[in-house]
């Protein structure tokens, strides 16, 4: 498993694409739309491999919560080979559950919670269950 990317939360999407790339010099990378309404865009600097998404959940979507301070922290996301068996181990070493391994497109997805309730993503091309 390796740290994949940091995912924040965000009030307006436009604007914070515009901070990130005209302040911070980042480049938006890839983006898309989420299977409950949210809206992400994942962002590169020039010179690293580490990249920001963005991630913008507008009311009346599943996630969507009025923001308050704190909830910044959307989520972190690791690279593992296979999601359905590491979602399995980390609830066994004492993850709290979050959403089961699910696919969409060529990945699977699955979400566990730390402690305090941060959501961790898992990733992969893990084989789909039979």
Same mark, same amino acid.
Do not use: C
């Given at each position: 498993?390796? +740290? ?17 790339? *005209?302040?911070? $010099? ?6 898309? =739309? ?25 009311? $009346? ?6 923001? *308050?301070? $704190? ?9 593992? =080979? ?9 609830? =066994?070493?004492?993850? *709290? *559950?979050?959403?089961?391994? +699910?696919?969409? $497109? ?25």
């Amino acid at each position: 498993m390796y +740290f994949r990317y940091t995912g924040v939360r965000v009030r307006n999407l436009q604007r914070s694409l515009r901070f990130y790339t *005209k302040v911070m $010099g980042m480049k938006a990378h890839l983006e898309g =739309k989420m299977w409950h309404g949210g809206v992400w865009v994942e962002l590169k600097s020039p010179n690293s491999s580490q990249r920001l998404e963005l991630n913008y959940y507008p009311p $009346g979507t599943k996630y969507y919560e009025k923001f *308050k301070t $704190g909830s910044e922290m959307d989520h972190l996301a690791f690279w593992v =080979k296979d999601v359905d068996k590491r979602y399995a181990q980390l609830l =066994k070493k004492g993850a *709290k *559950k979050g959403i089961a391994p +699910f696919a969409q $497109g060529k990945y699977r997805f699955a979400f566990v919670k730390d402690p305090d309730g941060i959501w961790i993503e898992l990733i992969g091309r893990g084989k789909r269950p039979s």
